[in-house]
């Protein structure tokens, strides 16, 4: 599986921008897809993730009411809407896929990576 981040850029705080994530492959809907950032001299942090169907996401608590994520398994795209950016937010994000991740809020327990999109938020 090969993954391709796109999206990012640069924004002003209060801004929004949509990132999309697309796979390769046929089997897209049998992965749990999530979203990490890592922002400068920090680990990577979980921001959000979406079950293999899209029924369930979850967030991180600093990006609740803010992100949304979602995917189109018939596109093989999943996209992470991100509004009321501040920044703080300001990170590469990169998203991950795994057939069977341990815990989705652990970088570690996903197998593919994409290349990553640096967001850059100024006040």
């Known amino acids: 599986v090969q993954l391709q981040a796109s999206g990012g850029g640069l924004v002003q705080a209060g801004g929004s921008l949509r990132l999309s994530c697309v796979a390769s492959?046929?089997?897209?809907?049998?992965?749990?897809m999530a979203w990490f950032r890592q922002a400068p001299g920090k680990e990577r942090e979980f921001v959000a993730a979406i079950s293999r169907s899209g029924e369930n996401t979850y967030y991180a608590d600093f990006v609740k009411g803010r992100f949304t994520i979602s995917r189109d398994n018939a596109k093989n795209t999943a996209y992470l809407q991100m509004k009321s950016l501040k920044p703080e937010d300001t990170a590469i994000y990169y998203c991950?896929?795994?057939?069977?991740?341990?815990?989705?809020?652990?970088?570690?327990?996903?197998?593919?990576w994409g290349q990553g999109t640096l967001v850059t938020v100024s006040s």
């Open positions: 492959g046929r089997t897209f809907s049998s992965y749990v």
């Open positions: 991950a896929l795994d057939r069977n991740p341990a815990n989705w809020y652990i970088p570690t327990t996903f197998n593919y």
